[in-house]
């Protein structure tokens, strides 16, 4: 759930330490920098300047260009400047009524909540490598990340989706009838927590492939117990906003959802009943594909 509010902490996310560290974070080979002389500025190597010119390439803007150099100077992570993002937009592959969607959702209250057409295509896929037939979300909001999965899924599948919110789902439910898919997601309006527990006493449990949350903080842990019950040995479980706009990060902060996730991220790293990847690209402005952390759970035994 990417939000506006992400501005505001970006900048109190950790910076990497050295140019070598920001060349990580961009997914290349460290960039190495040859000798100069003191008035000169260092010069790159010849891949150093490779991976410059493809990272500028996406874009001639100089905002773009701006942020690579501060990345391969290791003052930042690559900043998603506007035109990255609409590269990025445009290279994701969104189905038709994903794209209605978020436009319907964008002229609505709390339309930060969605998570980005990135974000929404990476589900997806987790659920096509799975080979998913049966999913969970809690957390629907006007469907967009529910109806990405719904339209991965085959036409056998089918995705329990949890919300409380009536008028959130009236949205979802249109969209979902639009897409064709409706006849695979089985909507429980209710508070998620009692709708997970309803599962498992109608005796659900490991029978679920894939499970996505996307709500209430204060109940991560509360979510994640619930559905390592009821999601098999293999399948995932996908926690958001794991990084809560930085906000885990900071020592400072104590507010109950803050400590709630902070207390969530710390425990399932020693869990070992799953594996764990915590995946983010960089928190810029409002230009978000995962900057607010994601963690992916893979569940290896029986609880
Ligand atoms: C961040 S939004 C979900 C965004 C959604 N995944 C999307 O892509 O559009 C969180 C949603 O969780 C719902 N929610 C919060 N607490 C809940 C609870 N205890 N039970 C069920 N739904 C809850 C809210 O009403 C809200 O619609």
Redesign the pocket.
Known sequence: ?PRLAAAAAASALPLPRSPASAARRLGAAPLRALPSSASSPPRLDASACRLRRRLCSSSSSAATAAAVEEARSGRKQLGMTPPLYDYLLSNVREHPILRDLRDE?AAMR?SQ???SPA??QLLAMLVQILGAQRCI??????????L?VALALPESGRLVA????ER?LEV?KKYYQRAGVAHKIDVKH??????LRSLLDCGEASSYDFA?V???KR?YEEYFELLLKLVRVGGLIVM??VLWYGRVADPLVDDRKTVSIRDFNKKVLEDKRVDISMVSSSVPLKYVSIGDGMTICRKLVEP
């Open positions: 759930m959702t709390g909540m969605q998570v974000q929404a979300e809690v957390g629907v909001f006007t469907g967009y990340s529910s990405a949890c919300e409380r919110d959130c979802a209710a508070l998620a927590v009692d709708s996505f996307d709500a209430d109940m958001d906003n």
